[in-house]
């Protein structure tokens, strides 16, 4: 069975950095597209960026600039470098990975950035 495991969830203060991994397994097909979504209390969840196999990124404009999406095929892990934090980043961040088959989700990481 697919599972999704993420790390690297935790408070910083406003101006800091975080790193956030999610390892992928139990798939028999590829991990074409993976990424991450957050949702803020009271807030639909969005996207805050994916990348593809061939190492093709989209982000939000609120992460453009200030975060990193990365991934290393041969692990199937996806990370998320996110520098510069401010409060309004505080949310729960969800890893997300894809196949020809079907969609998945991890369980959700805590990010809380104090001012």
């Known amino acids: 069975q697919v599972q999704l495991v993420e790390s690297g969830g935790g408070s910083v203060q406003a101006g800091g950095s975080l790193k956030l991994s999610c390892a992928a397994s139990g798939s028999s097909w590829s991990f074409n597209v993976m990424g991450w979504y957050r949702q803020a209390p009271g807030k639909p969840r969005d996207l805050v960026a994916l990348i593809t196999s061939d190492d093709i990124t989209n982000y939000s404009d609120s992460a453009k600039g200030r975060f990193t999406i990365s991934r290393d095929n041969s692990k199937n892990t996806v990370y998320l470098q996110m520098n510069s934090l401010k409060p309004e980043d505080t949310a729960v961040y969800y890893c997300?990975?894809?196949?020809?088959?079907?969609?998945?989700w991890g369980q959700g990481t805590q990010v809380t950035v104090s001012s």
């Open positions: 997300h990975a894809r196949t020809r088959l079907a969609t998945y």
